[in-house]
């Protein structure tokens, strides 16, 4: 073998042993599937909306993140919409836009900043799908959130 087929085989091999981690890592059968829950389990909790950690909540319009990987939105009168925090593009955290009534990825980068309806189906992407959305039941002022 000459020096210079020695050095090529030698790159090429290289740059698939670097590169080929992130090939895969971008490919949509690879990606990880977030699971709402307590170490990935059944989403089941209920917020007491007289309490100031659950204020937000109170206002039409008015949204929270729980700590188990769930968004909370007050989106009309009588309805709250559940789904899961997490953008299904790369996880970062969805917010709500009460005033176009839509959920929104916060990654500022261009190319990101996917849509969801409120039931959690994708409006524009990238987001390859839509959010898991749970069940609400308001009784008096608990809001119960569950699958």
């Known amino acids: 073998m000459r020096r210079h ?3 090529t085989a030698l790159g090429v091999s290289a740059g698939t042993v670097i ?4 090939l895969v890592s971008c490919s ?3 990606m990880n599937t977030i699971v709402p829950g307590p170490g990935g389990g059944t989403v089941d909790f209920t917020l007491d ?3 100031s950690a659950n204020a937000a909540l109170n206002p039409v319009g008015g949204f929270l993140v729980s700590t ?3 968004i909370v939105a007050h989106t009309d009168a009588t309805t709250y919409a559940a789904l899961a925090s997490a953008c299904t593009h790369q996880g970062y955290v969805v917010a709500y836009d009460n005033a176009n009534t839509r959920f929104f990825c916060t990654n ?6 996917s849509l969801y309806k409120t039931n959690g189906v994708v409006i524009s992407g ?4 839509a959010l898991k959305m749970f069940n609400t039941t308001l009784t008096g002022t608990s809001l119960r959130v569950f699958a």
Do not use: D, I, Y
């Open 5 to 7: 087929e020695f050095l």
């Open 19 to 22: 590169f080929a981690p992130f």
């Open 28 to 30: 949509k059968s690879s």
């Open 49 to 51: 909306l007289t309490l």
């Open 68 to 70: 188990n990987g769930v």
């Open 108 to 113: 500022p980068a261009p190319g990101h900043g």
């Open 126 to 129: 990238p987001a390859p799908s």
